[in-house]
């Protein structure tokens, strides 16, 4: 392929001249001396960089390849004139592009055996090409599409079954459109949501062989590909996803976002990916049915995050959205954690218990213990934050735990840093106040008499302030 240079010489009225001639050749079975024709005008219009003629010619060439059904010389044809030394690249785009048209009705007619071949002729002849990047990302798409339908297929036995999924997904990673520039936005960000859709089918399968004797992902499962996921999800644009006319591709990524997350137990993030669902415009709209939903998802993620600044600020600013109210049940639930006193789980589970079982995300039994476990936590910050010191004993009582469990737990927290403990195990005792140093006792006192002193001198000058007018006053009058 030359860079393009000036045309030495228009075949425009060659071209017109020869078309009709092969293409009764064509018609009358002489489908190789029709080409061998189109080959010499073709190199000559090559030579001269008469680019719209070298156009015509290697279309004609394929369209009668086409036309007589005989695929293997029109592979041979798509090979032989992508090669070509001095090739125009607009001519070789234009090949491409023109076999691309026929893929849907040569699998239809021809069956898949001949569609595969052309796929395979278009991969090769598009590979290392960056002015076919774009025609080879959609020509890889529908071979990853294929591979991926042969893995759902009914009679696709386990093994085969992942080897296809594994051979499709390999398929459309290889491709790293995020940095094409001949693609738009839009379908930049529909080959990556297929990326990361193959890649989470890939590793739930593989996570499906976790402990299975014999299976090689037995032991690691999918994790690689759940990795690949995340980076997949970094590369997505997501300020234009908020775009109305992308609202689609908005729900899909963020559904697996939020398969992403709940496969790591990072609630807090899939409390975040649906608050996104939730402030799409026609989820919102959708008071009873999908926005209904994603609130309560929202509520529910929320409240099962561990502590920390950011999902204590969410969990402040969900309580006091106007949309939450309409929620009682979540509404309360979500009051509970937001107001400073204790939750005793036994009330806990016979008033929220029933309903929250019924749901998707409660039927599990891990989230419903992990919901157990933030309602402990919570208890003992409230407790951190109005006792002192309290015993073992007591705390137990308050917490609704064996001694072991509330021992394990409260080590959780303090290593986690979000309260400060010691535990005196020989007195049962749980001090929950930091020892001072003499020098920060020292401090603190300088700093109460500081603001004593001030105290005292503000009062003392309004004493003698309102002396003095009083003075004033009496000499006036007399």
């Known amino acids: 392929m030359a860079d393009p240079k000036k045309q030495e010489k228009d075949y425009t009225k060659e071209v017109d001249a020869l078309l009709p001639e092969v293409q009764a050749l064509a018609k009358a079975g002489k489908l190789q001396e029709a080409l ?4 010499v005008l073709e190199k000559q219009t090559r030579n001269a960089s008469d680019m719209k003629s070298t156009t015509r010619l290697v279309k004609e060439a394929s369209e009668l390849c086409y036309q007589a ?11 032989t004139l992508s090669k070509k030394h001095g090739q125009l690249k607009a001519s070789i785009q234009a090949l491409v592009e023109q076999a691309m048209g026929w893929l849907e009705d040569i699998r239809k007619t021809e069956g898949k055996e001949k569609w595969l071949e052309l796929i395979e002729t278009l991969r090769t002849v598009t590979e290392g090409k960056i002015f076919l990047e774009t025609p080879r990302a959609r020509i890889t798409l529908l071979l990853a599409h294929y591979h991926e339908s042969l893995a759902d297929a009914p009679s696709a036995t386990p093994a085969s079954r992942k080897e296809s999924l594994q051979l499709a997904s390999d398929l459309l990673s290889e491709l790293q459109v995020e940095t094409y520039s001949s693609m738009d936005r839009r379908e930049k960000t529909e080959f990556l949501e297929e990326q990361m859709r193959l890649l989470i089918a890939l590793a739930r399968l593989k996570d499906s062989e976790i402990g299975q004797e014999g299976k090689k992902d037995s032991i690691g499962g999918g994790e690689s590909e ?8 970094r590369k997505v644009n997501e300020e234009f996803l908020k775009n109305k006319e992308n609202e689609d591709l908005k729900l899909k990524y963020y559904d697996m976002m939020i398969q992403y997350a709940l496969h790591d137990s990072s609630y807090l993030d899939a409390a975040k990916y649906y608050h996104k669902v939730w402030e799409t415009p026609s989820i919102k709209e959708d008071v009873d049915g999908r926005g209904r939903e994603a609130l309560e998802h929202i509520v529910y993620y929320i409240v099962l995050a561990p502590h920390d600044n950011e999902q204590s600020d969410m969990l402040h600013r969900l309580f006091i959205d106007p949309a939450l109210p309409k929620l009682e049940l979540h509404y309360a639930l979500v009051k509970c954690f937001t107001t400073p006193e204790l939750m005793r789980w036994p009330g806990i589970e016979q008033i929220y218990g029933p309903h929250l079982q019924k749901t998707s995300v409660f039927s599990s039994p891990k989230l419903w213990e992990d919901l157990h ?3 402990i936590e919570h208890n003992i910050r409230i407790v951190s934050q109005y006792y002192t010191r309290i015993t073992l004993t007591r705390l137990t009582s308050l917490l609704d735990l064996s001694q072991q469990q509330t021992e394990e737990i409260l080590c959780r927290l303090v290593v986690s840093g979000t309260v400060w403990a010691r535990i005196d195990r020989p007195a049962g005792i749980i001090n929950f106040r930091k020892s001072r140093s003499a020098e920060d006792v020292m401090n603190d006192w300088s700093s109460d008499m500081q603001r004593l002193l001030g105290l005292v001198e503000k009062t003392w000058m309004g004493v003698n302030a309102a002396q003095a007018a009083q003075s004033r006053a009496l000499k006036a009058a007399s």
Do not use: P
Request: charged letters at 25%.
């Open 36 to 39: 061998d024709k189109i080959y």
């Open 69 to 79: 059904r005989n695929f293997e010389a029109l592979n041979a044809n798509i090979s």
């Open 226 to 233: 759940w990795v690949k996921v995340r980076v997949g999800g």
């Open 373 to 375: 476990t933030r309602v």
